[in-house]
């Protein structure tokens, strides 16, 4: 078995106008797509996100000729990023689970569940002035927003957990917002709330907000704060666990946390830590050091989707439900053939087809391809400008989604 084809295509799907600590999403969200053929007659698919396209075509050397079923040895020959290997990775299981005419999550081990519960992806929003989204196109610009966006996602997909994107508004707004989520949805009733202002808050301001919230018992408080030591510091003072993607999302940052005892639940990602193979040993890692394991998200199309999915449930040691980012993805947004991959109470059962269990569509692929092509999008900074001016960042900037840094704590 070896690869006769590589194919990588960046393409440009719609996004809503979604708030976040950096500003505004941008209209159009990019994304990498891998696409493998071997010479037995097996494809394999795989997506990370933008701008890898380069570097990926910089391993096509070594690629185009390799056995897909040897990946320890793939890895060792991949010159580039986790989150381009990632793809890679992605496309060679799924091929290789095919010819074993085995599901990837039961190619690579063994699946720990037949389905994974998810959580909630929820932000602050303009209304969508497309109209395009799936779900929730209308504003949610205060906490009472906010709450009806939360009814709609679990109206429609069933969750049981619920993540509020903060850090865009001034921390008592993020507090009011808790407090009616939590009115809504109350714990007895089986919901969970966790808070994520991607790292914008100051330890004195982590502290006062985890002691506000501690009444309305949160799941967890995903990166308050800025560092694996500013966790720390603020643990000192709630019994509330931290969470994190942003200061501990590659296995670098394992040693120091260990030392620092800052973060308790690691948002795992198979694009950030490099595969799903490394999915996998970072949950071996949760449980070596006794620390939970949950999931982040961004902007996935159907293959991410649907290789968290098998990450998971390959992964035993998951005991928060990850996040989700794929409600966003409108309806006709996707590159896989069927439809969209669907949740049912909350829930995404595992395909039982070999490998990935979805295919791509060539012609959605082309058609968002060709949207990546029109050119640069309108990043919607303009939409921002009649909002309280206590919102925008103390330096009077603003960014897209996709700008490189995080802000820094500036409440």
């Known amino acids: 078995m070896k690869i006769s084809k590589l194919t990588v295509t960046p393409v440009a799907t719609h996004d809503q106008p979604l708030l976040n600590s950096t500003g505004v999403h941008e209209s159009f969200r990019e994304r990498t797509i891998v696409q493998i053929e071997t010479d037995d ?28 079923q ?31 005419e085995m599901p990837l999550c039961d190619y690579i081990g063994g699946r720990a569940r037949d389905s ?87 330890i004195d301001t982590s502290i006062r907000v985890a002691k506000e919230l501690e009444q309305y018992d949160p799941q967890y408080l995903e990166d308050p704060t800025d560092s694996i030591a500013d966790h720390a510091e603020v643990k000192k003072h709630t019994d509330i666990p931290t969470a994190s993607n942003m200061c501990v999302s590659a296995f670098s940052h394992v040693k120091p946390n260990a030392q620092l005892e800052g973060i308790d639940v690691i948002l795992g990602d198979h694009h950030h830590w490099g595969g799903i193979l490394a999915y996998k040993e970072t949950g071996v890692l949760c449980r070596v050091m006794g620390w939970g394991l949950s999931g982040h998200s961004n902007n996935s199309l159907g293959i991410s989707q ?26 006709d947004g996707d590159i896989i053939k069927g ?5 049912k109470d909350g829930v995404m059962e595992v395909p039982d087809k070999p ?44 960014t897209g989604y996709n700008f490189p840094n995080y802000a820094k704590p500036r409440w």
């Open 116 to 202: 994974v519960e998810w959580a909630a992806y929820l932000f602050y929003k303009f209304a969508d002035e497309n109209g395009q989204g799936e779900i929730a196109t209308g504003a949610a610009l205060d906490p009472e927003g906010f709450v009806k966006q939360a009814e709609d996602f679990v109206e429609r997909y069933g969750f049981k957990a619920l993540k509020i994107k903060g850090g865009f508004f001034e921390p008592d707004v993020d507090i009011e917002t808790f407090r009616l989520l939590r009115k809504r949805f109350p714990k007895q009733d089986g919901y969970e709330i966790r808070i994520d202002p991607n790292a914008v808050w100051t």
């Open 355 to 398: 490998g990935l269990g979805v295919e791509i569509d060539e012609d959605a692929l082309g058609t968002l391809a060709e949207a990546l092509k029109m050119g640069p999008p309108s990043n919607r900074k303009e939409m921002i400008l009649d909002i309280d001016p206590t919102a925008v960042p103390r330096d009077g900037s603003w």
């Open 41 to 68: 007659g097996y494809t394999g698919a795989g997506e990370t996100h933008a701008y890898k396209a380069q570097e990926i075509e910089a391993n096509r050397d070594w690629i185009v000729g390799h056995d897909p």
């Open 339 to 343: 439809g969209k991959l669907q949740f």
């Open 70 to 100: 040897q990946m320890t040895q793939a890895r060792l020959l991949w010159k580039g990023t986790p989150q381009g290997w990632s793809a890679v990775e992605t496309a060679m299981l799924d091929a290789a689970a095919k010819k074993a």
């Open 306 to 331: 649907a290789a968290m999915l098998h990450s998971c449930a390959a992964t035993p040691e998951l005991n928060y439900q990850p996040d989700t980012h794929y409600p966003w993805t409108d309806t």
